[in-house]
């Protein structure tokens, strides 16, 4: 089984709401990854988890807050967005520990703030 | 500065053509090299990848990649191309100072296929 599952699919939200993307996986990795990827562009690293600590921030916004419950679980918190933040948001994951890192991505949550 | 280039922001092949899709990098040390391909509203699925050995590595859907060192290039190659190849293709990058967990993805080539 190499599948991430990322929910919801879609997403709409206000710049007042608060929401969160949620991902998930069941390969035994130990690296989480969050990324944001606009239209016609390619995906922007925003944080990784490794053994569930954050490792990586990629000076994101404070308006998204990441949280790794578990090494299964993911999650990314919204608070007060703005339309700009509206994009495809995918989560990866891999083995984990130093080196290569082959990347599974999920479908991603297609998000949309008005 | 550390780049992936990838110059050709779309390209237009006849369906049973050859196909080749060209990378670039810039990193003071080879870093791992991915090739990915994104279909419509999709997540990324891994084509290939090179970390170290023989330069000519092959992946799925009949895909295969050359590294080649002297031009820090990467290039992706398909012999006959399938109207189900049609995608955005990502050449991504990660730096081994980074451990292999920062990925730099190029622009993307958005690949169409003609009957």
């Known amino acids: 089984d190499t599948e991430v599952t990322q929910t919801p699919k879609h997403l709409v939200m206000g710049m007042t709401n608060k929401k969160s993307l949620k991902c998930e996986q069941h390969?035994?990795?130990?690296?989480m990854y969050w990324y944001k990827q606009k239209a016609k562009k390619p995906p922007e690293l925003m944080f990784v988890?490794?053994?569930?600590?954050?490792?990586i921030n990629e000076s994101v916004p404070s308006r998204f807050s990441p949280e790794c419950p578990n090494s299964s679980l993911l999650n990314l918190h919204l608070h007060a967005l703005q339309p700009e933040d509206s994009a495809l948001y995918l989560c990866?994951?891999?083995?984990?520990?130093?080196?290569?890192?082959?990347?599974?991505f999920g479908a991603g949550t297609r998000l949309s703030v008005l | 500065a550390q780049s992936v280039t990838q110059p050709d922001i779309h390209i237009t092949v006849s369906e049973g053509a050859s196909l080749e899709l060209r990378c670039n990098y810039s990193y003071g040390a080879t870093p791992y090299l991915f090739w990915y391909v994104q279909s419509p509203g999709q997540g990324l699925q891994l084509l290939l990848k090179y970390f170290s050995g023989d330069t000519l590595v092959q992946g799925i859907k009949g895909f295969e990649a050359e590294f080649k060192r002297s031009q820090s290039s990467f290039n992706l190659r398909k012999p006959s191309v399938h109207w189900s190849d049609a995608a955005e293709y990502f050449c991504?990058?990660?730096?081994?100072?980074?451990?292999?967990?920062?990925?730099?993805f190029g622009a993307g080539t958005r690949l169409f296929v003609k009957a």
């Open positions: 390969m035994g990795h130990r690296a």
């Open positions: 988890y490794s053994y569930e600590k954050l490792s």
């Open positions: 991504a990058v990660a730096p081994l100072n980074t451990g292999g967990f920062k990925t730099i």
């Open positions: 990866a994951s891999s083995q984990g520990g130093r080196g290569a890192n082959i990347q599974y």
